[in-house]
């Protein structure tokens, strides 16, 4: 089993940054991606953005193209989200994500089988 264990949200200013933090344990040999989402309350879970666990393959979704940066540390090994010139709208529920093969691990929640705690990033007009 993997687990995931979220850090780092908060309150921010529009414009401004934050850093989450997705640390993996258990049987991290099995993750080949990790993605981001987020919800919001009544509203289903967004996709982000998704980096294979190499390094090889990412994308974002447009919404936060630009703005947000994936990164990762195959040693520890821990997922990273970094959000930038944040707006109101990004104010939501995050949620990391682990997927155990390329054909699960695209934009649809459905294909991803480990989940961290989700962490609340509220954002200030």
């Known amino acids: 089993q993997v687990q995931l264990v979220e850090s780092g949200g908060g309150l921010a200013q529009a414009g401004g940054s934050l850093r989450l933090s997705c640390a993996a344990s258990g049987h991290t040999f099995r993750i080949y991606a990790m993605a981001w989402f987020r919800q919001a309350p009544g509203k289903d879970r967004e996709f982000v953005g998704r980096e294979s666990w190499s390094g090889s393959s990412t994308y974002y979704a447009d919404s936060v193209k630009g703005r947000f940066t994936i990164s990762r540390d195959d040693h520890k090994p821990t997922g990273y989200l970094y959000l930038s010139s944040l707006k109101p709208e990004d104010t939501a529920v995050y949620y990391c994500?682990?997927?155990?093969?390329?054909?699960?691990?695209?934009?649809?929640?459905?294909?991803?089988?480990?989940w961290g705690q989700g962490i609340q990033v509220t954002v200030s007009s």
């Open positions: 994500a682990a997927a155990r093969s390329s054909y699960g691990s695209g934009r649809d929640p459905a294909g991803y089988d480990y």
